[in-house]
């Protein structure tokens, strides 16, 4: 079990861009799938962007593919989530989340994730 906090929200204007951060204490953070999701007000929670043990492989949504990057540095225990030409429809609640696993799958359901942060603000004002 890994204990995950986030940082880097905040408001932004349409088109600029954010850096996320979750660091993680307790655990192995090496041996984790990292994965960041998003939840909106009134709408469910969505896969965002995830990213494999060594950060070779990513996966990403879609609605973020080409303007979001996942990527992570073991020795710091911190996943990333670069966020550029932002959008008003990626206001969010962004939270990062991880699964211990040594599989090369990817999971994009949050139910296949064990541990999870508070989530951090990210809103974007047009």
């Known amino acids: 079990q890994v204990q995950l906090v986030e940082s880097g929200g905040g408001l932004v204007q349409v088109g600029g861009s954010l850096r996320l951060s979750c660091t993680a204490s307790g655990g192995t953070f090496r041996f984790y799938i990292l994965g960041w999701f998003r939840q909106a007000p009134g709408k469910e929670h969505e896969f965002v962007a995830a990213i494999n043990r060594s950060g070779g492989v990513t996966s990403y949504a879609d609605s973020v593919k080409g303007r979001f990057t996942i990527s992570r540095d073991n020795a710091k225990k911190t996943v990333y989530l670069q966020m550029n030409s932002l959008k008003p429809e990626d206001t969010a609640v962004y939270y990062c989340?991880?699964?211990?696993?040594?599989?090369?799958?990817?999971?994009?359901?949050?139910?296949?994730?064990?541990?999870w942060g508070q989530g951090t603000q990210v809103t974007v004002s047009s």
């Open positions: 989340a991880a699964k211990y696993s040594s599989s090369s799958r990817l999971p994009q359901l949050g139910s296949e994730y064990n541990d």
